[in-house]
C-alpha cells in the first residue's frame, strides 16, 4: 500500500507543498467521476480550521458519506457499515479541518485476477501483492477482494481523508492512523475500535530488539522517503509502531483532541511534528503511556 503513495509523495516534495495542493484542487475538479461534486465541497476538504466547540465524548456525525462502488461488490450492510466508519474517520478530522456535509468515496473493489491486470497495466507498475491502494492522481480507492476487504477499504479511505485535509504531517503518522482505523467495526450502531493482538505482538518484537526504533523523537523525525523504504522492507511491519502511538492517543477524549491538535499545528503553521505533539500532548508524556501500554496492552476495545 504504501509503495506507490511514498514514490508519489517522493515527487510532488519536489514541487513544493503549496504548488502540490494547488495541482490537486486542479487534478480533482478535472475527473469526470467527481464531477457531480459542487466546487465548493473540494476547497472545503482542502481548506483547514479548527472548530471552537470541544471535543464530545466520541466523535461527531456531521457529514453523509456516500460510496460509489464502482463495481457493484457491496452488500447494502457491508456499504452502510462502512460508511458509518468513514463518518467517524471524517469525524475525528474534522477536529482540525473544515468539511462539507457530503463527501462521495469512489470504490473499484476488484477480483484478484482483475487487481493483478491492474496493478500490471498502471503506469507505476504497482505491487500486485499489496492489499489496496489510494490511487491520488484520480482520486480512487481500489482494493483487491479478500476475506478481510472491508478492512482495506477503511484503511484506504483514511489515507484519502488525511491527504484531503493534512500538510505536512508525517507519512508514518498517516499509516498509523490508517492502522487504527482499519480495525472499526460497526456493533449495536456504535462504532467501536478493536485492538490487534497481531500488532502487539510485533510491536513488542520491535521494542524488544531495537529500542531506538520506539524512541518518540526518533521514530516521529524518520524522514518519509526512508520511512516507507524502511516500513517496506519490514514487509509493512514498521507501521505498528504508529498504530502504537495512534492508538495510545485514540484512548482517551483529551489525547483525541491533542491528536488533532498536532495535527493542526503542523499542516496550517509548519511546525515539526515532535514540537508540536510536546506542545499539546507532551513528548515525555507520550512516551511514558506508550511504554505503559505496550508492556500492559492497549485497550481491547476503543469506542468512537
Known amino acids: 500500500m504504501v509503495g506507490f503513495f511514498a514514490a508519489l509523495l517522493s515527487v510532488t516534495q519536489l514541487?513544493?507543498?503549496?504548488?502540490?495542493?494547488q495541482l490537486r484542487l486542479a487534478r480533482l475538479l478535472s475527473l469526470p467521476r467527481l464531477s457531480r461534486l459542487p466546487p465548493l465541497l473540494i476547497w472545503s476538504l482542502l481548506w483547514l480550521s479548527v472548530p471552537n466547540n470541544a471535543l464530545a465524548n466520541t466523535l461527531p456525525d456531521r457529514v453523509q458519506v456516500k460510496i460509489n462502488d464502482i463495481e457493484n461488490a457491496l452488500s447494502f450492510r457491508e456499504e452502510s457499515d462502512l460508511a458509518r466508519i468513514i463518518q467517524k474517520i471524517i469525524g475525528f478530522h474534522g477536529l482540525h479541518a473544515r468539511y462539507e456535509r457530503e463527501v462521495v468515496f469512489p470504490l473499484r473493489v476488484l477480483s484478484v485476477a482483475d487487481y493483478e491486470i491492474f496493478a500490471d497495466k498502471h503506469p507505476f507498475r504497482l505491487d500486485k501483492n499489496t492489499l489496496g491502494y489510494y490511487i491520488p492522481m484520480n482520486n480512487e480507492l481500489i482494493v483487491k477482494k479478500t476475506p478481510n476487504?472491508?478492512?482495506t477499504i477503511i484503511h484506504e479511505a483514511q489515507h484519502l481523508i488525511y491527504e484531503h485535509y493534512t500538510n505536512n504531517a508525517?507519512?508514518?503518522l498517516n499509516e498509523g492512523l490508517s492502522e487504527f482505523f482499519e480495525l472499526a467495526e460497526v456493533s449495536n450502531a456504535s462504532v467501536v475500535v478493536y485492538v490487534s493482538d497481531s500488532k502487539l505482538a510485533i510491536l513488542r518484537e520491535w521494542a524488544r530488539r531495537d529500542k531506538s526504533?520506539?524512541?518518540?523523537a526518533t521514530y516521529l523525525r524518520i524522514p518519509d522517503q526512508q520511512w516507507a523504504l524502511l516500513d517496506q522492507q519490514s514487509g509493512y511491519q514498521l507501521r505498528y509502531i504508529s498504530w502504537g502511538i495512534v492508538h495510545t492517543m485514540m484512548g482517551s477524549e483529551g489525547g483525541r483532541q491533542a491528536l488533532a491538535k498536532t495535527l493542526h499545528s503542523v499542516t496550517n503553521t509548519g511546525m515539526?511534528?515532535?514540537?508540536?505533539?510536546d506542545l499539546h500532548y507532551g513528548l515525555a508524556r507520550l512516551q511514558i503511556d506508550f511504554e505503559r501500554l505496550l508492556a500492559s496492552g492497549w485497550p481491547s476495545r476503543i469506542l468512537l
Open 272 to 277: 515539526d511534528i515532535v514540537d508540536a505533539l
Open 213 to 216: 526504533m520506539v524512541d518518540m
Open 149 to 151: 476487504y472491508a478492512q
Open 15 to 21: 514541487m513544493g507543498r503549496l504548488r502540490l495542493r
Open 170 to 172: 508525517p507519512l508514518s
